[in-house]
């Protein structure tokens, strides 16, 4: 699996949009891009994934980049739920793949 | 909305004992998963199984370890002789299809295992 680099940790005002970053470099043409979010010590919990065309659903938008080397997850308007751990998590395309999770980015929700 | 649940939520046991941990997959889901996470650590895989055998596994994922479907709808995690560095969550998840649709991983809410 592709390796994935995202900032330790982020803080966001509640109502405005949380951006988070990740940087996935080495990843291969037929990888996909997965976010994941885990609220404190709850079972992670799926938000987006994207191949290289921007996504969005009901939680969150995925922007690629067109080179696929980064992307950035987008919460449209941050909640104090959304205080969460995000892991950007690259993989390929199977359905019974395994997730390989990093340490993700700690975003805090300011009041 | 279907969700993956486990029992128990907290287990207690004494080093060298036999525990089993279980989960009731999303019902038409096809893979399992169990993973685990250290107090404070990462979210790590442990083992994947589909079609009544095992997938892949990790290194962590040891003689020590057996999972089985004993049914139509549960899925087991047997340690069989708890170690203290067996003390962590332990997560069971579920996958439909292999198509696009069903890539999502839809995780349970964990069982805390502490050995004592």
């Known amino acids: 699996d592709a390796k994935t680099t995202q900032p330790p940790s982020m803080d966001c005002a509640e109502g405005r949009a949380a951006n988070l970053p990740c940087n996935h470099s080495?990843?291969?043409?037929?990888?996909?891009v997965y976010w994941y979010r885990q609220i404190h010590s709850q079972g992670p919990q799926y938000i987006i994934h994207g191949l290289k065309n921007n996504e969005t659903n009901e939680m969150a938008s995925l922007i690629i980049t067109e080179d696929r080397k980064s992307s950035t997850l987008i919460l449209p308007h941050a909640t104090l739920r959304d205080t969460a751990v995000y892991y950007c998590?690259?993989?390929?395309?199977?359905?019974?793949?395994?997730?390989?999770f990093g340490t993700g980015t700690r975003l805090t929700i300011i009041p | 909305e279907p969700e993956v649940t486990q029992t128990p939520s907290h287990q207690v046991t004494q080093m060298g004992q036999e525990v089993i941990l279980r989960c009731v997959p999303i019902?038409?889901?096809?893979?399992f998963y169990w993973y685990r996470q250290i107090l404070g650590q990462k979210v790590e895989f442990l083992v994947s199984f589909y079609n009544n055998e095992i997938s892949e596994k990790s290194e962590i994922f040891d003689d020590q370890f057996s999972v089985e479907r004993p049914d139509g709808s549960n899925f087991t995690l047997k340690i069989r002789s708890t170690k203290l560095e067996d003390s962590a969550m332990y997560f069971c998840?579920?996958?439909?299809?292999?198509?696009?649709?069903?890539?999502?991983?839809?995780f349970g809410p964990g069982t805390r295992l502490t050995v004592l």
């Open positions: 998590i690259v993989r390929g395309d199977f359905g019974n793949e395994k997730l390989t």
């Open positions: 080495t990843i291969s043409g037929n990888e996909y």
């Open positions: 998840a579920s996958s439909g299809a292999g198509s696009l649709l069903y890539n999502e991983q839809f």
């Open positions: 019902s038409n889901h096809l893979y």
